[in-house]
């Protein structure tokens, strides 16, 4: 008994102290921050040599690792996380944890998400915020010139650049090749001809696919945002989504137009029955670069025969921008509160634009000398039939950009409310409605304006 | 112990003269148990079946063959080989972590909650009824709303990232007080030890040399959930500890954000397949199943050995 | 105590005091009335089938009179309770998709042909309570079981002289002798069942957002500290999950005599 009284005590007196401790923290970083002109935000106090923490995610330890061996001048601590899996929340959870006790923070993170610069460029409940922004004296402006065009255009905030791409995931049209001789078609260029090469493909063979949207990450990211859909666009803090556009229209009339015709499944493209019934009657399909990896090249997924498939530019609107849209691609942040800023910068520089990221990364990598290496190796293996780099890296460079990337994931509202109608037999145009409604309410108590 | 082997000798032998007189309506009764036993058993085993299997299998045979079909001892030991190859083992770094937060906040509990529930059921004191509502309400507390101030406070005290910030709440466990309460006030004769204070034992030799023989079943029972709540939570490990530190839970959810089909995202770096997944989902496991089938004689031998309470 | 600090972030905001500020933004989000009614159906759900089916269970175990059937019993129904949080995404991922379930039959039996139409949001109580069951019960059953074994050899016997049948025997001696451990068991599984938090995070992950991460209240109060940085919004939904609680477990804890001594 008396153990109890003893712990309680020890407890309510931790209590208190960290309630001072949080006080006293909130009060300097509130008030004392002073913008430091070389950086262009209020840095903590430099320690030279001092170890830099990175957080990485399992794919991309080997690049950490190879740092380390490159720089052993520079001390680094490497640890892995989940890498803020879809969903998972991590690295938001800890730092807002950091953020109240006052320190902990890691110096570098790796997400594997595009939109957390939406919170981590934000101050918080008096914090500054988390990532450092990079264009205002940190990185020099030669370095960061060298990203494909747009890259870093989710993690820039009113024209501070708060993290570098990693890598780049622009849609493409894949297509069989084997497929499209068999039935004499061509490879469709815009929206109109896939449509069309719908009907006919359901009217002459029927059963043969050009695409799921049982993925939410495909309904939203491939389709809307290729389609240069304004149903997700953030201005300032200002959110809206536009259905009424008649890129959003002309976009669901499409998707439901063949849905009903059976040349767009429900199928998630991971899931087994679409490896089981169409794994050889997809004869186009739009979506992201690292389909080669995940899906045709896999053995357990699509598993073809090399020559089959193909990548050819992404798909647009007759006569409007050819622009695409982009799945993923994962982002290093800088932390303004880091204390060896030097060594971080080393790092980074090292993890986006060296060969041997270059040869590490999994995906396109953003920075474009190392796109084109990695592309180079690609295509050096011919497993895809036509031009893949070409038609890769135009993709890479026309990533549309009037897709917002607010705190929230547009993929949420699909998965929750279409998804499931489209289950019970209903159409996109019957949910639009809906759909609109819960991205809206989404936004709303993210703290946007919603227009 | 002792007590579940008095009970099987005693029901032996009027079993065995029923048995000669089976009454229609027994037959139906016990035709019914044991089918409602059999379905149950069913619905807990299938799916640890379906699991136990699917490491045997590639991805693609997991999701196009029959559910309980097996599929190789090759592609066996191919899973084995991905899961060890996962950051060089790190599954085994993940394991032990856990088995040392697990252990030593076991350790902790066992030292605390059972004499704090001791003298909850026998002591009378001012404050009895207060603490036990007290107990009682910091149990239904959810969870979410403690890991803030936990956070902090092990933040004040500079232990975050430390072993120390996962053991120090671990061994916070309100159900192991209750639990040790509700046994002594239920299940421990009074006069047992009122005779043993009579013969001139102080409260702690009372408490030392009656009461503790007494408790082995309840101490089993304490150590036995505190170690699998602990071995399963993920939230509390997961802020508090980076990196190469985290336990399993921790570990599983990382390797879980490497399936491209939770994080399609990543697709692009296909790491984990789903049996390679399950492969580690049973690893995760064995340790408390072996645990519990080593202790299960103590579990359930009936929290009955108190002896006199009539 | 954590709790108290907890307490106070429910009625302050950056510091200040605020009253009942938090409470209204609570109120009026839009997530929260479909949580609560979310909870409350899924407590009422599985705290009556928990309750009834696990004293079921641990009765008929009990009687079981071959030594190693019993124990196997036991074991085999614990075996799920081993497995928790990303474990299980997996296999439930699995059993509720009717493509590859292996109790496939069973799912179309009910007329589901896919993994949503098995998620969609009217079946998601029964489901929850279903794997809540399936990962809990074991427990449960081997507490029940021990408390089963409290019972002195000589009442039973006595109970048997008294021509009652084993129905008789369980309603007249054993359920009432385990009264106290019964309403623990209610007490801890509301708490568990307000708290629901685990099955449908697990749920909404296997999904990948079908089943929405916001089902139950507790993942909105975890949405609100760590998604919007909220901690006060989500100490004052804690607050509020607790005060209906600690109300419904203060009728069990009375009911059930559970501070009493005999």
Known sequence: MAGQHRRKAARILATATAALTVAALAGCAGGSGEVNSDYGFATADQEDGSTITVWVDAAREPVAKAFEEA???????????????????????KVALFDQSGEGWPDVVFSTQTNDASWAAKETNGVQAFAAPLNKGYFSDDFLAGFTDGANDPMTVDGSVYGLRNDLAPVVLWYNQKLLDEFGYEIPTTWEEYEAMGEKLAAEHPGYILGSIGDSFVGTYVYYWG???????????????????????AMTELLDGMAANGT?????????????????????????????????????????????????????????????GNVGGGVWYASSHSKNLDAVETFLEFATSSEES????????????????????????????????????????????????????????????????????KTIADVVPEWQEQILNEAQVQGYTVE | MSASERLTVKTDAPRGSRSLTPGPGRWIGRVLAWSVIGVFLLFFVVPIAWLILAPTKTARQLLLDNPFSFGGFE???????????????????????????????????????IPAGYALAMVEFRFRRALLVTTLIVMLIPNTALVLPIFLELSALKLVGTPLSVILPFSFFPFGVYLTYIYFSTAVSRDLLNAARIDGAGEFRVFAQVAMPLATPVIALVGFFSLVGNWNNYFLPFVMVPGRKSPIQV?????????????????????????VLALATILSVAPVLVIFLFSQRFLVSGLTAGGTKE | MPAIYAVVLAFTKNGAFVGIDNFVKVFADYRFWPAVQHVALFVAIWLVSLTLLVVLLALLVHAIRVRWLSSASRFLFYIPGALAGASSVMLWLFLLDPAVSPVAGILQLFGFETFVQT???????????????????????????????????????????????????????????????????????????????????????????????????????????F???????????????????????????????????E
């Open chain 1, 71 to 93: 720089n052993p001048d520079v001390p680094i601590s490497i640890e892995t996380y989940d890498g803020n899996a879809g969903g998972s929340g991590s690295f938001q959870t």
């Open chain 1, 227 to 249: 389609a240069q859909a304004p149903i997700f666009a953030l201005d300032g803090n200002t959110f809206s989504s536009d259905f009424d556009d008649p890129h959003s229209v």
């Open chain 1, 264 to 324: 767009l499944v429900q199928d998630s493209v991971f899931s087994a029955p679409f490896v089981e019934n169409y794994s050889d009657k997809i004869v186009a399909m739009p979506g992201p670069a690292w389909y080669a990896g995940a899906l045709f090249q896999n053995p357990d997924s699509v598993n073809a025969e090399p020559g089959t498939f193909g990548a050819a530019d992404p798909l647009y609107w007759e006569g409007e921008d050819e622009v695409t």
């Open chain 1, 358 to 425: 270059a040869e590490l990364n999994s995906g396109l990598p953003a920075y474009d000398e190392a796109a084109s290496t990695w592309l180079d190796a690609q295509a050096e293996s011919a497993f895809f039939a036509g031009d893949f780099k070409a038609a890769v890296q135009k993709a890479a460079g026309s990533v549309w950009g009037g897709w917002g990337f607010p705190s929230f994931s547009p993929e949420t509202a699909y998965a929750a409310v279409v998804v499931p109608a489209l289950a019970e037999g």
């Open chain 2, 75 to 113: 592609t066996l030991a191919a899973n084995w080989g991905e899961l060890m190859a996962f950051q060089n083992g790190i599954v085994w770094v993940w394991l032990g972590n856990a088995t040392l937060y697990t252990g030593v906040a076991l350790v902790i509990t066992l030292v605390v909650s």
């Open chain 2, 251 to 275: 570990g599983l959810a990382e390797l879980l954000s490497n399936v491209p089909l939770f994080n399609p995202t990543t697709a692009g770096s296909v790491t984990i397949s789903l049996p």
């Open chain 3, 119 to 225: 998620v969609s949001i009217d079946n998601l109580p029964v489901i929850f309570t279903l794997i809540a069951f399936w990962a809990g019960a074991g427990g449960w059953i081997i507490i029940m079981y021990g408390a089963l074994n409290n019972i002195p050899v000589e009442v039973m016997e006595a109970a048997r002289i008294d021509g009652a049948g084993p129905i008789g025997t369980a309603w007249h001696i054993q359920i009432p002798l385990m009264r106290k451990w019964i309403s623990y068991m209610a007490v801890m599984s509301l708490a568990a069942g307000t708290q629901l938090f685990v099955e449908p995070r697990v749920l909404s992950q296997a999904s990948k957002g079908v089943v929405p991460p916001d089902y139950s209240l507790n993942q909105l109060a975890y949405l609100f500290a």
């Open chain 3, 227 to 261: 998604r919007q940085n909220d901690f006060n919004g989500s100490a004052a939904i804690s607050l509020l999950l607790l005060v209906v609680a600690a109300g419904l477990s203060a009728l069990f804890v009375f009911r059930g005599g559970l501070f009493e001594r």
